[in-house]
């Protein structure tokens, strides 16, 4: 069982550089998640999507866009990169939004931006 | 908007000892979830608690959700080397899952 995958795991990036962070699940799951995670700040939610084809923004959008891409796949895009952005990103997933349901989520990706 | 506050942030207890954690929110919940994070791994859902007021238990975990449904806590007794990580709790609110501010618990042997 894959569950919640994430690609990649460890990335380094240059101040400006952009990139995209894959997340998949094979749960079926209508909603997904995106965290960032900083020593002492816990998890901040940036983007979520409550089902397919629908983008919400979290407590930290800014810097960040995300797609939709199927019921699977959620993306998160940074345009331009800034060291502020260095952190853990987690994606989730869960059968619906909101309580109730218990969120899954991915191995995480380590990023570093210089 | 809404917050969802930890304490103590930090815990480093002995093997054997008891250990708690207490999660307060700034508005009502409408159910509260507990999560755990080993070191370098990714959170894993424990428990829901819905009801005013309600105990759950787990071998050794304690869950309570307080009666004003604003906060939360977990109890682990008789601590050991396995229960070392970050406990978080997670209310569901505007932003859907708002985590806490997460409790790490070290475990002396």
């Known amino acids: 069982n894959a569950g919640v995958t994430q690609t990649p795991k460890f990335q380094v990036l240059k101040t400006g550089q952009s990139m995209t962070l894959q997340c998949a699940q094979d749960?079926?799951?209508?909603?997904m998640y995106w965290y960032r995670q900083d020593p002492g700040m816990g998890l901040r939610l940036i983007y979520y999507?409550?089902?397919?084809?629908?983008?919400d923004k979290g407590e930290v959008p800014n810097g960040y866009n995300v797609s939709r891409l199927n019921k699977r796949e959620f993306s998160l895009r940074l345009e331009s990169a800034a060291p502020s952005q260095t952190s853990v990103y987690f994606c989730?997933?869960?059968?619906?939004?909101?309580?109730?349901?218990?969120?899954?989520f991915g191995q995480g990706t380590r990023l570093t931006v210089v | 908007g809404q917050q969802v506050m930890q304490i103590p942030q930090y815990q480093h207890v002995q093997e054997g000892e008891d250990f708690t954690t207490y999660c307060n929110s700034s508005t009502t919940l409408s159910n509260i979830q507990w999560y755990k994070q080993r070191p370098g791994g990714h959170p894993v859902f424990l428990i829901q608690l819905v009801k005013s007021g309600e105990v759950k238990k787990q071998k050794r975990l304690t869950f309570q959700f307080g009666e004003a449904k604003k906060n939360s806590s977990l109890h682990i007794t008789a601590t050991q080397t396995t229960d070392v990580g970050t406990y978080f709790c997670a209310g569901s609110g505007t932003y859907k899952y708002i985590f806490g501010t997460g409790t790490r618990l070290k475990v002396l042997a």
């Open positions: 989730a997933s869960s059968e619906h939004t909101g309580g109730g349901t218990e969120a899954f």
């Open positions: 749960m079926n799951h209508n909603s």
């Open positions: 999507s409550a089902s397919e084809g629908t983008t």
